[in-house]
């Protein structure tokens, strides 16, 4: 399961708070409530600073890809990317030189989110 973490620096605020490896984004959002009215004196935080903060969680996910699992037997892994976006848009250049795909098919791509593996 991934986890997030976030640093106050990331907005703006020189509190040197940091929350690293909660579980969920809502957990990380409940206890930053705490710490914003107990270290910044916002009694709620403002709906423009969540989406801030929402854009500064980072998660620590990592995401692994290989061809074999799509019944491509090219041997070609992506192992721990940051992300299924980061992910995705290395395997569009995988599939274009290797397999002369210029674009993956929509069928191809529901198999392919289906079988990467989330750690
Ligand atoms: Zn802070
Ligand atoms: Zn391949």
């Known amino acids: 399961m991934p986890k997030y973490t976030f640093k106050c ?3 703006g605020m020189n509190c040197g708070f940091e929350i690293v490896n909660s579980g ?3 957990e990380l959002l409940e206890m930053l409530k705490v710490h914003a009215k107990q270290s910044h ?3 709620s935080i403002p709906s423009d600073m969540i989406n801030k ?3 500064n969680i980072k ?3 990592h995401y692994s890809f290989s061809c074999a ?3 491509m037997n090219c041997g070609f892994e992506i192992v721990n990317s940051a992300s299924e976006d980061e992910l995705l ?3 569009a250049i995988h ?3 290797s397999h002369n795909m210029t674009s993956i098919p929509q069928d191809t791509l529901n198999k392919i989110k289906q079988n990467i593996k989330e750690t």
Do not use: N, R, W
Request: aromatic residues 0%; proline residues 0%; hydrophobic residues 30%.
């Open 53 to 55: 903060i929402k854009q």
């Open 69 to 71: 699992s799509v019944g």
């Open 89 to 91: 848009s290395e395997l």
């Open 24 to 26: 969920s984004q809502d």
């Open 95 to 97: 599939a274009k030189m």
């Open 59 to 61: 998660t620590s996910g």
């Open 9 to 11: 620096e990331d907005v």
């Open 41 to 43: 004196g916002l009694t």
